[in-house]
């Protein structure tokens, strides 16, 4: 009876190591491969929280580039924090109306949303980045013919007044609907969808990271800066400007006041009486 069972036994193991092995090499076949299916991140990973993280990440970061502009601008050109926070405001607004519209359009198509985003986001600070000084220029333009004094980029009255800033906001996130809307007409080119599939990445939380972090950190970096630049370069400008003129005028005040001393000595000293004897 033993060796029966031990003849069982043996036989049952011979039959449970080919399908174990079998089992093993379905496994193995079922495991995910590095193909169009599975590759980069799924719908929904932009918002999902690791996304939010990175980005609320990275607005702190790019952020941060804005605070170290201000701190390296020299000290007689240095704007006060209160016009600082209004300048660097209206910018942080335009570039989460874009950041969304972003979001919003990688998620609209079956492709990686990641890559979809890169594309727009690189198309932004290339393309997009002249469409916006031209906006600006262009608006500037209008405002200076039209003598709009509340609309001037950077200026915002003395005492500082809120509708100002909130009208200089209004123009600003126009421009950038301007410019979102001429980048969405790029896009349409199917070269794109061509190009969004050749995305070498296989882990989804390190191509979010790429997307997300890394490649924005250093555009923004840039973007911030120049943007900056183009919202406060007139009001400088101006400024410089009537610097030098009230420097002028101070300097022929003193002559008019030098010469008039003058002349008010002179006849003095014509009608001063002599000395009595």
Avoid at 32 to 55: H, K, V, W, Y
Avoid at 133 to 159: C, H, K, M, N
Avoid at 161 to 187: D, P, R, S
Wanted: proline share 5%.
């Amino acid at each position: 009876m033993a060796v029966s069972g031990v003849s069982l036994l043996s036989q049952a193991g011979d039959v449970a190591a080919p399908a174990a092995m079998s089992s093993s090499n379905t496994s193995v076949s079922a495991s995910p491969t590095p193909d169009a299916d599975t590759r980069g991140c799924e719908n929904g990973a932009l918002m999902d929280s690791f996304g939010i993280f990175l980005q609320g990440l990275l607005a702190m970061v790019a952020f941060s580039t804005l605070m170290l502009k201000r701190f390296r601008e020299p000290k007689h050109e240095r704007r006060p924090w209160r016009i600082w926070f209004l300048d660097t405001s209206k910018q942080a607004i335009g570039m989460l109306f874009i950041h969304f519209a972003n979001v919003y359009l990688s998620d609209l198509t079956e492709e990686d949303p990641c890559s979809l985003y890169l594309i727009n986001f690189l198309l932004d600070a290339s393309l997009g980045m002249l469409l916006i000084y031209a906006g600006v220029r262009t608006v500037s333009a209008i405002v200076e013919w039209r003598q709009w004094d509340a609309l001037r980029f950077g200026e915002y009255g003395e005492p500082v007044q809120c509708t100002a800033w909130a009208g200089q906001c209004a123009l600003y996130i126009l421009i950038m609907m301007f410019e979102k809307v001429l980048i969405i007409l790029v896009l349409l080119i199917p070269q794109w969808k061509k190009l969004a599939l050749l995305n070498p990445i296989n882990n989804p939380q390190l191509e979010l990271a790429i997307v997300m972090l890394i490649v924005p950190f250093f555009v923004n970096a840039l973007m911030f800066w120049v943007v900056d630049n183009f919202l406060m370069k007139k009001g400088r400008t101006k400024a410089k400007l009537e610097e030098r003129e009230v420097g002028e005028d101070v300097r022929g005040n003193r002559k008019v006041r030098y010469r008039r001393a003058l002349s008010h000595d002179d006849s003095e000293s014509e009608v001063r009486p002599g000395p009595h004897h």
